[in-house]
Structures are given as structure tokens and as C-alpha cells.
């Protein structure tokens, strides 16, 4: 059965060398939409409060704030295995056509809140966590479907141009925020609705089953026990970044304490009740394939690296450096997006040609350098003052396009080779799951950094800075010891605070230069950027550490595999034999 699985799966249709360019252009469509609105409501996200009145100054608002974002991303993380698994079942195709009809109608419904405050929030929160589970359905399919599509010496480039086009999605996704929602904020919805429309007949009509269906029965228990642990380990890292007490940060909060250790036992029992299953959810025998072991590794690193990485970024170009440059606080947002193009130029220039050069390549080259760069680039966004110059700052950004780029085309195509084509959906799932619960995870990382080092000099820095502009010592001491996580995210929203906690009150009876100042633009973007700037180094410097690490990770996964293939030719007539277990058979 094994032998008629790999026959099948290395089929292409027969005289029809044009579907495996159909079923790249349609999933690389459905790639960029699901990966835009991962990112789109970064920018967004200031109008969106405006829209729907929500005051990001209340802390407890934090919590609609980081779900509106996280939830699109914790549901697809949870299902993400399981929709590949289906797909493994009933046909990937299938799965994938159902994916895009979900996306769609979610992207519609999303349009029509016409609440506000936290009612309006938690429909958004809502629809947003269903538009995740189309998202998830398109994610887990759609490299199992070109890689069932494309032999094995091409995979590289359309794996290539199909992980490049979601990476530079959720970047696209600033740009289009920015513009889009300042016109009016459902936008950033609607946009997606003809799109998913056009998509949704496309794939009906052109992509057909080429894959190899198992039928064994869902995995029901593990599916449970994983979707339950993960999703209170990202409640628990979510809740952990919020303050709680007279505590900045909520990691000694009991409920998160309590969250993260169920999430921990739920998963723990998963991982047993998967070895003793007979059809498990995760095949967890796929980790004895050096090269997809190795490469999830890698990628999971390399993705908390980059995870929290535009958040840093946004928060620096909107709260700070766009203020101080004149920028009003309404621009802010589209700016922002505009000047994170290097980063999104980046990724488009390097991916294809390093997924074209690792088809006769080893692709462990282009992986191990891409996240040596990376971890060079972090390098040279952390030397740069608070106040940079912008060619500088570009440069960094889009050599650290170039760098991810340079990686993840290749060791997404090295994972997918090694992978049996019967198990391609549930092994990609596999891969997309770990890569989404490293951006939820790098988010509570970066943000703990953040907070840490905002917490240690923003009180003493705001108190001074509003007592030398003439606010009474008793009020700024007050809101020097407001949560630093409120102020963190007014920068992220691109907005100025200042009136709001001083209050009119107090205004009233300063002078009209002292006034000015304090409602300005340039003034609370100057009285947060040393603060900020010393939790950005340790962020900064956790992500050179990661990427270190995942470029060894990385050349770990020993010589080019690819999965019923002895031997692997290379160019200039070498031939390297494959290297795919632990020294164990590969599993079937």
C-alpha cells in the first residue's frame, strides 16, 4: 500500500502540465489572504477603537485589544493539524474549498458590527476566530496540495513562492491597514470578501484530488486534548503580559499560573495517548526524519524571532519616531506601514530565487545562512539610536527580509520532501502549528521584555518629565505608576494620552506653552523612547539568540532528503545519499 501511495503521489496529470501552475496561483491567493489578515489589524487597530469607542487606556481593554490580533492566530495554531489530518482523509482539496467558504462568509460578517464599546469588541473577537478556522483550513492544505502537484525537483520553487507570498502577506497586511482603515475601518474586512469570493469558484472549478486518502478514524481524544492544552497555554501567555495587582505583568497571577500548568498537563497527556493511539492526530514517528525534525526546529525558532518583531517595530515607528518627525497621530498608522516595506521588499526578492537554487541546492545552505543574517540584522536594529536615521533603520529591515526570505523557502521545502505523501497534510499541519504557536509565544515574550524594562524607568521618567511641565506632584506621580502595559499600547495605537491622564482639570490651570507641549506631538513619544528603548534591546537581543540558534538547528538537519528517493542528484552531477531517519527506518 505504502509503494501505491508513493506512485500515486509522484503522479502528475497525465499531458496537463498546467495544473501544478493552477493549483500554485490559487493556494499562493489563499495563502496571501489568510496571512494578510493575520496582520492587517496591527495598523488598523487605532481606528478600529475609534470606531467602535473602546478606550485603550482602560487596562482591561488591553485583553480585546490582543485578541482581536491573537485569536485569528491561537484557532489556527489549534487546528491547523487537525484540518491537515482531514484533508489526509477526505481530500485535501476538499478541505481547502471548505476553507475558503468559511473565510469568506466570516470576512463579510465582520464588516457588519454595528455595536460598540465591549460588545462590539467581542463580535469582532468572535467572527475573528472563525475567519481563523477558514484560515486554518486553506494553511493546513495548501502545501500538501502542491507538493502532491509539483515533482520533487520543482517543490522548492512553489513551495518557495507559496511560503514567501504568506509571509509577505502578513507584512502587506500593514500596508493595506494603513490605508484602508482610515477611509473607514470595516475595510480592512471587506477587502477580503471579493477575493474569497473569486478564490472559492476558482478552486471549485480547477483543483482536483492528486493525494493519497487514508481512512483511518479522527483521532477524537487527542484532537481534544491538544486543541484544549494549546489554547489555555496562549490564554495563559496573553493573560501573563496583562497587569495584575500592584504588578506590572500578571506571571504571578494564580489563574495564569493555573492556565499554563492544565495547558502543560492537557498537552503531556496528548503526547502520551498519541503513542498509544492507533490512528494518532500527531504521527509523532515523522520526528525521526532528520530533515523534518530538524527543519520544524528551525522554523519554530525563526518564527518566535520574527513573531514579535513588527509589533516592536510598529510600536518604535508609530508611538515614537513617526511623532517625533512631525507625523500627526491620525498619519501615523499609514506611515508606519509604508516605511515597514523594506522588510516585505526583502522577503519578496530572496524567497523564489532561494526556493528555485535549493531544488539543486542543499538546502541547508540557504536555511543556515538565512538565519545567520537574520540574527545580523537584529544586530544592527539594536545598535541604531531611538531617533535613527531612516536609511539606516530600511537597510537593517531589508536585510533582514532578505534574510528570512533566504531561509524560509528552502526549509519549507525540505520538510514537505521529507514527508510521506500519505501523511502530507497532517506532517505541513504539523509544521504550520508550530510555526503559529511561536508567533503567539514570541508576542508574550517580546511583550514581557517590553513591559519589564518600561516598568523599571517609566515611572520615574513620566513623574519628572509632566512635574517640569507644571502637572502637580501628586497627579504625576499617579500616572507614573499607571500599568506600563496601557502606555505600550497607546504608542502601539498611535495615540497621545497625555490630556486624558492628566485631565482637563489640571490642564486648566497651567500655562497655554505648558499645555501645548504636553498635547503635542512630540512630547509623550520623547517621554517614552528611552524606556522603550531599553526593553527593545532585551527584545532585540533575545531574537539575535533564537535566530544563533535556529541557523544550527538548521544544519542539523544533515544532507538533502527527499522522501522514496535513495539518492538525491545534485548539480554538476554529484550525487549525496539521503540522510532521512535517526537512525531508524523512515515511518509509513
Partial sequence: MAADAERAARATPAGDDRYKWIALSNTTVAVLLATIDSSIMLIAMPDI????KLNPLVPSNSFYLLWMILGYLVVSSVLVVSLGRLGDMFGRVKMYNLGFVIYTTASLLLTIDWMTGAAGADWLIGFRIVQGIGGAFLMANSAAILTDAFPANQRGLALGINNIAGITGSFLGLVMGGILAPIDWRLVFLVSVPFGLFGTIWAYKKLRELGVKTTAPVDWWGNGAFAVGLTLIMIGITNGIQP??????????????????????FLAAFAVWQMRAAHPMFRLALFRIRAYTFG???????AVARGGLMFMMVIWLQGIWLPLHGFSFTETPLWAGIYMLPLSLGFILAGPLSGYLSDRYDARYFATGGMVGASLAFVLINALPVDFQYVDFAAALLLNGLAMGAFASPNRASVMNSLPPEHRGAGGGMNTTFQNSAQVLSLGIFFSLMIAGLAAALPRTMATGLIAHGVPVRVAQQIGHLPPVSILFSAFLGYNPIRQLVGGRVLSHLSHANVAALTGRHYFAALISQPFHAGLHEALTFAIVACLVAAAASWSRGKRYVHGQGTEPLAHGRVHRGEDTMGQSPPR
Fill in 244 to 265: 495584575y495587582g500592584h504588578s506590572a505583568m500578571g506571571w504571578a497571577n494564580p489563574v495564569v499560573d493555573l492556565e499554563l500548568g492544565s495547558g502543560a498537563a
Fill in 296 to 302: 520544524i526546529c528551525s522554523s519554530f525558532l525563526s
Fill in 49 to 52: 477603537f475609534r470606531g467602535i
